[in-house]
Each structure stands twice: as structure tokens, then as C-alpha cells.
């Protein structure tokens, strides 16, 4: 039980890694915010776990949505 337990968090891991990853590969430079796309991946490599959540949260900017005025 233990194992399967360790086992499904390293599948978690990785999968949140390859989309942040994959994420930050496919976004636009003029949504990154906090550093370039180059920085992120190199946090990335260096820290996955912390890179993958320092992308998640701080460096995409979000999408603007449809109908809704722009502060910018």
C-alpha cells in the first residue's frame, strides 16, 4: 500500500514537471512575467519541483478574457 501510495506521488510529480515544462515551452514571451522563457527553464531544470510550481504561479501572465475591459 505504501508504495503504491510513493508511486502515485512521483506520477503526480512528474506529470505537474512535463506540463509546466511543456507550459512554459509554448507560451508567448509576452506572457512570461518575472523573467524570460530562457530563466524559467533553466529554474526549471535546476529545481523541478520548485520551478514547476515558481511557473505555475508566478510566471505566466493570464489569459485576458473575452468581454471584459482591459486595466492594461
Not at 506540463?19 to 530563466?39: E, F, N, Q, S
Amino acid at each position: 500500500m505504501t508504495s503504491a501510495l510513493v508511486y502515485a506521488i512521483y506520477v503526480i510529480v512528474a506529470a505537474l514537471y512535463v506540463y509546466a515544462l511543456v507550459d512554459c515551452i509554448r507560451t508567448p514571451a509576452a506572457r512570461i512575467r518575472m523573467l524570460p522563457k530562457v530563466g524559467w527553464l533553466v529554474i526549471m531544470g535546476l529545481f523541478p519541483i520548485l520551478g514547476a510550481i515558481g511557473w505555475r504561479n508566478l510566471g505566466k501572465r493570464s489569459a485576458p478574457v473575452e468581454g471584459r475591459p482591459s486595466t492594461a
